[in-house]
C-alpha cells in the first residue's frame, strides 16, 4: 500500500497521467482539444482557489487545490512538448537556475542581505540584469507582463518606477491625490448625468475610475496591503452581512426586495451590529 502510495505521489506518475489524457488515438476528448489560449484561464482560476484557501485557513483545501495549480503546469508542459518547445524538466531547470542565480548569499559566496528590504533589493537588481541581458528595451518597466491582473500590474508598474525615486514620500499626498481624483470621478459623473448618452464623457469617467483605482494601488503598496487580498477581505465581508440582512428579514416575513433602501440598511445596521458583539464575545 505505502509502495502504491508513492507512485501515485511522484511526478513522474501525474506527468504520465497527462500524456495519457492528451493522447490524440486513446485520450480524453476535451483535453486533447484544449491549447494554450483555452487553459490559461484555469491557471488563473486556480492559483485564485489556493489564495481563497489560505484565506481560509483549510489546509485540506489547499493540498487539494495546490494539486489542480500543478496540473495545471504539467498540463501547459506537455503540449509544449508535444509542440517541441520544451518539457517539464525543462520547466523544473529553469526555475531551479533561476532561485539559485537570484540567491546569491545562499547558494554563492555572497554576504547575507541586511534584512528582507536589502533582500528585495538585490532580487530585484537580478531581475534587471537579466532583462537587460535578454531584451533591448531598457526602460524601468520593461518586463512586466501585459496579462497579469490588472490591479496586480498596477502594484508592479508603480514598484518600478519607485526604483528610480519616481513616488510619493508618504502616505499623506498619496490620501491627497486620492481625494483630487474622487473629485475627478464626482465631476464626470455630474457632466454624464446632464447627457447620459455622451461616449465620449463615458469615456472620461472610465479614466477617471482608473485613476482612482491607481492611485488606491499606491495606498495599498504603501501599507505593504496586497489589494487582491484585501478585496477579498471585503467581498466576504460583503456576502456575509447581506445573508445575514436576508435572514433576519426572513425571519421577520419579509423579503429585502419589498423594502426601500433605507429600510434594507437597518437590516444592514443591526447585521453588522450582530457580527461585532459575535467577534467580541
Not at 511522484?10 to 494554450?36: E, S
Not at 548569499?105 to 537579466?130: I, L, N
Not at 436576508?246 to 434594507?264: F, I, N, R, Y
Request: charged fraction near 30%.
Amino acid at each position: 500500500m505505502d509502495g502504491e502510495r508513492g507512485s501515485r505521489g511522484d511526478i513522474a506518475h501525474l506527468l504520465a497521467i497527462m500524456a495519457r489524457l492528451r493522447d490524440p488515438q486513446h485520450g480524453c476528448p476535451w483535453d486533447v482539444q484544449q491549447t494554450f489560449a483555452t487553459i490559461a484561464p484555469y491557471t488563473i482560476e486556480e492559483a485564485y482557489e489556493v489564495a481563497d484557501a489560505i484565506d481560509r485557513g483549510d489546509m485540506h483545501d489547499l493540498r487539494d487545490e495546490l494539486g489542480d495549480l500543478l496540473l495545471q503546469v504539467v498540463f501547459h508542459a506537455r503540449m509544449a512538448q508535444e509542440a517541441g518547445h520544451f518539457a517539464f524538466a525543462d520547466v523544473a531547470a529553469a526555475i531551479s537556475d533561476k532561485m539559485q542565480r537570484r540567491h546569491p548569499h545562499v547558494f554563492a559566496a555572497q554576504g547575507q542581505p541586511a534584512d528582507a528590504d536589502e533582500q528585495t533589493r538585490q532580487w530585484e537588481a537580478h531581475k534587471r540584469r537579466e532583462r537587460e541581458d535578454k531584451d533591448a528595451d531598457a526602460s524601468a518597466l520593461a518586463g512586466i507582463a501585459r496579462g497579469l491582473p490588472e490591479w496586480q500590474r498596477a502594484l508592479k508598474l508603480q514598484k518600478r518606477a519607485a526604483t528610480v525615486g519616481f513616488d510619493w514620500p508618504d502616505h499623506g499626498p498619496v490620501l491627497d491625490k486620492l481625494h483630487e481624483e474622487i473629485e475627478e470621478v464626482r465631476a464626470e459623473f455630474d457632466a454624464l448625468s446632464a447627457v447620459p448618452d455622451d461616449t465620449a464623457l463615458r469615456a472620461r469617467l472610465e479614466d477617471e475610475i482608473g485613476d482612482v483605482l491607481f492611485v488606491t494601488a499606491n495606498l495599498a503598496l504603501r501599507a505593504k496591503v496586497d489589494p487582491g487580498a484585501a478585496l477579498r477581505h471585503a467581498n466576504a465581508k460583503f456576502e456575509r452581512r447581506f445573508r445575514a440582512m436576508e435572514k433576519l428579514a426572513a425571519g421577520e416575513g419579509v423579503t429585502l426586495s419589498s423594502l426601500p433602501l433605507d429600510a434594507q440598511d437597518r437590516y444592514w445596521d443591526r447585521a453588522k451590529a450582530g457580527e461585532l458583539e459575535n467577534r467580541e464575545s
